[in-house]
């Protein structure tokens, strides 16, 4: 069981928004940064998100986060089926410097 | 750019040594942070441990006991190398290049890119 929690899944329809939460604790998201990941069918998970609402280069601004308290939220607007994947979240624990991963939610986009 | 690719044995005895290695190419291992990670079938990622500083590691305290990392500079490379596995060992291992910043103070930052493509151990007989 994951020390970070995550709905095991959501759905949407194409073009509409979509939010994910994970919560966590005060010794982890609640003093640190949150990342999050999309991971496709067979393939490694992919950073969307970091330190929160950053976005790398090359993510799309449909893809958005934040972080209130201890508790992250990933939001997807413009849903395209090409966005059904799993995603997690992630982040510090500081007490032990372990990173630490959500269970993941599957988004599936009917 | 930056390329991780992992190798090794996709199959190995229980209580025997799992090994893997990841070639880097576009950047020094002997710079940044690099950590491996692994995810049983239909579970979420978990962390194993990162290299820094040309050596320095730190581990996952459930794996602490039977991890060892380490760094060959001059192929570019890191590895792992896992202990007496078992059949909860069986997952999908990657390594990644850390964007962290454990030893800062609060807030820290703590993220993974890129990833390797991921090789899949499975412990069996």
């Known amino acids: 069981q994951s020390v970070l929690t995550q709905p095991p899944s959501v759905s949407a329809a194409p073009g509409q928004k979509v939010t994910i939460s994970c919560s966590g604790s005060?010794?982890?998201?609640?003093?640190?940064?949150v990342s999050w990941y999309q991971q496709l069918p067979g393939a490694a998970p992919k950073v969307l998100i970091y330190d929160n609402d950053k976005r790398p280069s090359g993510i799309p601004d449909r893809f958005s986060g934040s972080k209130s308290g201890t508790s992250g939220t990933l939001g997807i607007t413009g849903l395209q089926t090409g966005d059904e994947a799993v995603y997690y979240c992630?982040?510090?624990?500081?007490?032990?410097?372990?990173?630490?991963f959500g269970g993941g939610t599957k988004l599936t986009v009917l | 750019q930056v390329v991780l690719q992992e190798s090794g044995p996709g199959l190995v005895k229980p209580s025997e040594t799992l090994s893997l290695t990841c070639t880097v190419s576009?950047?020094?291992?002997?710079?940044?942070?690099w950590s491996w990670i692994r995810q049983p079938a239909g579970k979420g990622p978990e962390w194993i441990g990162r290299m820094y500083t040309s050596g320095k590691t730190t581990y996952n305290p459930s794996l602490k006991s039977r991890v060892t990392l380490s760094t060959d500079t001059s192929k570019n490379q890191f590895s792992l190398k896992l202990s007496s596995v078992t059949a909860a060992d069986t997952a999908v291992y990657y390594c990644?290049?850390?964007?962290?910043?454990?030893?800062?103070?609060?807030?820290?930052?703590?993220?993974?890119?890129?990833w390797g493509q991921g090789i899949l151990v499975t412990v069996s007989s």
């Open positions: 576009g950047a020094p291992v002997s710079s940044y942070y």
């Open positions: 005060s010794s982890n998201i609640g003093i640190n940064y």
């Open positions: 990644a290049r850390e964007w962290t910043s454990i030893f800062g103070v609060a807030p820290r930052t703590d993220w993974f890119d890129p």
């Open positions: 992630a982040t510090l624990d500081s007490s032990l410097t372990v990173a630490l």
